[in-house]
């Protein structure tokens, strides 16, 4: 004698809406939490300074080379040199006050820092020139 009916067992629902709510809330926390870089993902080892930098200028334009092809980067965009050139020309037109800083990595040859100077020299750049180092604080 059966006093029990076979009835199918429904499976438990799912609420979805909180599993939602903490999605968002560990987003937000994932999005105030993490830091954003301004800089090629080029890793450099920039040539060591003695001295402290004087003054923190605003570089209009920011010039990376590296050891390794593509040899030069404007901004955060590998180019050509003859891109470079074009590049530095353009934005010497557009702002007739603009300066250059070149962040050179420290086993690239000479010959490249050369030539991203006298490019910025046929642009017009030539007299506000700098080159990025490590300062003492970085070393320790």
Same mark, same amino acid.
Request: net charge positive.
């Given at each position: 004698?059966?006093?029990?009916?076979? $009835?199918?067992?429904?499976?438990?629902?799912?609420?979805?809406?909180?599993?939602?709510?903490?999605?968002?809330?560990?987003?937000? !926390?994932?999005?105030?939490?993490?830091? !954003?870089?301004?800089?090629? #993902?080029?890793?450099?080892?920039?040539?060591? #300074?003695?001295?402290?930098?004087?003054?923190?200028?605003?570089? #209009?334009?920011?010039?990376?080379?590296?050891?390794?092809?593509?040899?030069?980067?404007?901004?955060?965009?590998?180019?050509?040199?003859?891109?470079? $050139?074009?590049?530095?020309?353009?934005?010497? %037109?557009?702002?007739?006050?603009?300066?250059?800083?070149?962040?050179?990595?420290?086993?690239?040859?000479?010959?490249?820092? !050369?030539?991203?100077?006298?490019?910025? $020299?046929?642009?017009?750049?030539?007299?506000?020139?700098?080159?990025? %180092?490590?300062?003492?604080?970085?070393?320790?």
């Amino acid at each position: 004698m059966r006093f029990t009916s076979l $009835k199918r067992r429904q499976p438990p629902p799912v609420i979805i809406i909180s599993l939602i709510d903490v999605l968002i809330v560990m987003l937000i !926390f994932l999005m105030v939490t993490t830091t !954003f870089k301004n800089q090629p #993902s080029l890793k450099l080892a920039l040539p060591e #300074s003695k001295q402290t930098s004087r003054e923190e200028a605003n570089e #209009s334009l920011v010039v990376t080379i590296s050891k390794q092809p593509p040899h030069y980067y404007f901004g955060q965009r590998a180019i050509t040199f003859d891109q470079l $050139k074009s590049e530095m020309l353009l934005a010497a %037109t557009a702002d007739p006050e603009a300066t250059l800083s070149i962040r050179p990595d420290k086993d690239a040859t000479i010959d490249l820092l !050369f030539r991203v100077l006298e490019a910025a $020299k046929e642009a017009g750049i030539k007299p506000r020139v700098g080159i990025q %180092t490590k300062t003492p604080d970085e070393l320790n």
